[in-house]
């Protein structure tokens, strides 16, 4: 395979089965100071937990991380130095565009490429194997938490309708499908330079149906302050509950 322009990487697995692009260039500006994606979790970056968890799937052959173009050296190091596998590229300025440049460097035999945000570290590997088979039984899979408080619309400064939140879920990742699928779908967005929130939105617009997997709700999206004091409560429980 062709060395992805302004890749580094580690130790390089000759066969490929299931693949994981994990889009890491985020800037961070809600969290505010270091990069959300780079500060330390327990014993390591997030980034790296978020990698360690991935790295005890046996199923996940290839490992992408985009991270911003500066960042990509010393992000290759802090792969190495962690002992971890994983090729490291250039993001985009979105995090779609950083998806479409991960994507670019799965290898040709992987059949199942997952996507997965850098900022999710509380993923377990029983929930990633389960999204995996979901896909290779249905083409395309994601992992989604139900809606469990009452949600209502807002009309100027003034509570409007309430939401029926009955079949209402949230989105969790990883997220992904047949390399087939999640490529076409890429490639459309990017041929009609339209934007969508995640790959399940991607995907349905290219009439692929996307099928849910109940996800655990501990795996939040580390994006504001208070999510960080969250999962400085949660991690110590957590990695005795993964041992």
């Known amino acids: 395979m062709e060395e992805p322009k302004h890749a580094t990487h580690t130790t ?6 299931v693949a994981v692009v994990i889009p890491a260039a985020g800037s961070g500006l809600r969290m505010g100071g270091t990069a959300k994606q780079f500060r330390p979790l327990g014993d390591a970056p997030v980034l790296v937990q978020t990698l360690r ?3 005890k799937v046996e199923e996940i052959r290839t490992t ?11 992000v290759g190091d802090l792969v190495i130095e962690f002992g971890l596998d994983a090729f490291v590229v250039a993001g985009g300025a979105t995090r ?6 991960g994507l670019r460097a799965v290898p040709e035999q992987a059949e199942i490429v997952l ?3 850098a900022v999710r570290p509380f993923i377990s590997a029983i929930q990633i194997r389960t999204v995996i088979s979901a896909i290779e039984s249905h083409g395309a899979a994601a992992l989604a938490a139900p809606v469990a408080d009452t949600l209502r619309r807002r009309t100027g400064s ?3 309708e309430t939401v029926e939140r009955d079949g209402v879920y949230r989105m969790l990742t990883p997220q992904g499908a047949r390399k087939v699928l999640l490529v076409d779908a890429h490639e459309k967005a990017a041929e009609s330079r339209s934007v969508a929130t995640d790959e399940v939105e991607l995907l349905q617009r290219t009439g692929v149906v996307v099928h849910l997997v109940v996800g655990d709700e501990r795996n939040i999206k580390l994006t ?3 999510d960080w004091a969250i ?11 993964m041992v």
């Open 12 to 17: 390089h697995h000759t066969t490929h089965n």
């Open 53 to 55: 968890a991935f790295a």
């Open 64 to 74: 992408v991380v985009a991270v911003p173009e500066s960042e990509v050296g010393a």
């Open 96 to 101: 779609q565009e950083s998806v479409g440049e």
């Open 115 to 117: 996507v997965h945000d």
């Open 158 to 160: 003034d509570f409007g």
């Open 224 to 226: 504001r302050p208070s």
């Open 231 to 241: 999962a400085e409560a949660l991690w110590p429980e957590w990695t005795k509950e």
